[in-house]
């Protein structure tokens, strides 16, 4: 009898309410740190399910998966699914690519005084969402939900006033937060150049306060009435912790450039940026029932790994990760993790990535083997000869790992990766890398982020993450003794 294909769109559909509702639900937790950061990847990731199932359901000639196997992106989601709805639909669209601006440099926005401009735009977000469900899927989220007790739901919460200006004054504001600015500026000027009179966020009414009593606010915004209907936004930054250094060469600063001399570094860290990365890991605890699974997804994975020694350490989390990218995802970086783990989960690991069995997961488990030296290629000789005794064609990874095995390469990183001293690696050689523990790290945390922002790396970052932390699985003698105590054939199916 043959198989009934699984539900896809449904269970995309599912999936992306239960999302949903999960932002809703953290959005009005009493306290918690970073609300809107987490809730608009939650509110993204909903709606990357929600168009996909669109897509799926209704337009199959729209391919969904790459050649690589991995799935579309949310924008190109988001754009395929715009040119099938047409303008009804482009408000949706102008909201989305706000939110989806927001997150891709919210690590520059860890600015309190603009969560009212946030909270107004995932409102109307969630109120699109329910129209978008209901017109294309038939449900009604508003008859699903108690919207007496949220704060944000399908419908306004608030009352509207009669306009809010498109001109702003953003002269003292930061870059970050003047492009912000101006996208919503671009998004309505857009809408309203289509004569569309819906609008990118929720209309709220506006507390107006005396300027001159506001004293320590980093954002100020309000109506000027000396300018004609201008939005009026100014920022406040106070900068401190200057360490000067006794031994340093002297400095000269001047707004005449011939007069300069030395130089000064300088970076910014925002407060609390690093609590976004445990945050982030803190939210698919909530949001995975069995805490087992990553849900939420490879994107973000590669923003936790860029940022990785600031994960708070517990065995089960870092578990979690070395999973998620040796059994349940490909091409993730994840050396940092399982160099930290215990021997026995470390193995525990590897040893359920042999029993699955799958070639592009076998490549990891190989080039740890190659790295832990001629005790545990021993082993695995002996478990590749028993799992493929008899047979003529070997799967190819078995071919890969007798390579490695027979290369003559000495050092064990660039033998499992098939390298050279001069081989070029992100505009430097593999050899640099290696000599510069700290710059390959930092170059490692530089791509991932990158590969956040929608840059593909994948390749780089895999090269990267075993410069970085592949000495320490070199001859590592608790990982062969643990692995020797396993009866590895029994896997074998």
Not at 222 to 228: C, E, H, L, R
Not at 434 to 460: I, M, P, V, W, Y
């Amino acid at each position: 009898m043959k198989k009934r294909k699984p539900p896809i769109a449904k269970n995309l559909v599912k999936n992306s309410i239960s999302g949903m509702y999960s932002a809703i639900e953290i959005h009005n937790k009493p306290t918690f740190s970073y609300r809107y950061e987490v809730v608009v990847l939650l509110i993204l990731n909903s709606w990357e399910l929600a168009l996909k199932a669109y897509l799926y359901k209704f337009h199959k000639k729209i391919k969904l998966f790459n050649e690589d196997g991995t799935t579309k992106q949310f924008d190109n989601c988001l754009n395929s699914a715009s040119q099938q709805l047409g303008k009804d639909f482009n408000p949706t669209v102008e909201n989305l690519k706000i939110l989806y601006g927001y997150r891709n440099k919210v690590a520059h926005f860890f600015i309190k005084e603009l969560d009212p401009i946030i909270f107004a735009l995932i409102t109307k977000n969630i109120v699109f969402y329910s129209l978008f469900m209901k017109n294309q899927f038939k449900i009604d989220l508003s008859k699903q939900a108690d919207l007496i007790l949220l704060p944000i739901g399908f419908r306004k919460p608030v009352s509207p006033v009669d306009y809010i200006s498109n001109e702003s004054l953003l002269n003292n504001s930061t870059n970050e937060v003047v492009e912000f600015i101006k996208t919503i500026i671009d998004s309505t000027r857009k809408l309203n150049n289509e004569n569309i009179d819906d609008t990118v966020f929720i209309d709220f009414k506006m507390n107006l306060t005396n300027i001159n009593r506001l004293k320590n606010a980093d954002i100020i915004a309000g109506i000027d009435n000396s300018k004609s209907n201008q939005l009026v936004i100014s920022t406040k930054k106070e900068f401190e912790n200057v360490i000067i250094s006794k031994n340093s060469s002297s400095l000269t600063v001047s707004r005449n450039e011939s007069e300069t001399h030395g130089k000064a570094f300088y970076e910014e860290l925002q407060d609390g940026i690093f609590d976004e990365i445990n945050n982030i890991v803190d939210v698919n605890n909530i949001l995975s029932k069995d805490k087992s699974k990553f849900i939420l997804g490879d994107h973000l994975y590669f923003r936790i790994y860029s940022e990785r020694q600031h994960v708070k350490y517990t065995i089960e989390s870092f578990d979690l990760f070395t999973k998620t990218a040796l059994i349940q995802s490909n091409n993730l970086p994840f050396l940092y993790w399982f160099t930290k783990l215990p021997p026995k989960n470390a193995i525990d690991i590897l040893i359920e990535v042999c029993s699955d069995g799958k070639a592009q997961k076998m490549l990891n488990l190989i080039k740890i083997i190659i790295l832990l030296g001629e005790e545990a290629i021993t082993l695995f000789d002996d478990f590749f000869n028993f799992k493929f005794k008899g047979q003529s064609q070997k799967p190819n990874y078995f071919y890969t790992y007798s390579d490695m095995v027979k290369s003559k390469q000495s050092n064990p990183i660039f033998r499992c990766l098939k390298a050279t001293d001069n081989k070029a690696l992100c505009d430097k050689t593999y050899i640099d890398f290696f000599n510069d523990d700290r710059l390959a790290k930092k170059t490692l945390s530089n791509k991932c982020l990158l590969q956040f922002h929608g840059e593909k790396l994948n390749a780089a970052i895999r090269e990267l993450d075993y410069i970085s932390y592949g000495d320490l699985i070199i001859n590592n003698k608790n990982l062969i003794a643990e692995l020797k105590s396993r009866d590895i054939k029994s896997i074998i199916k």
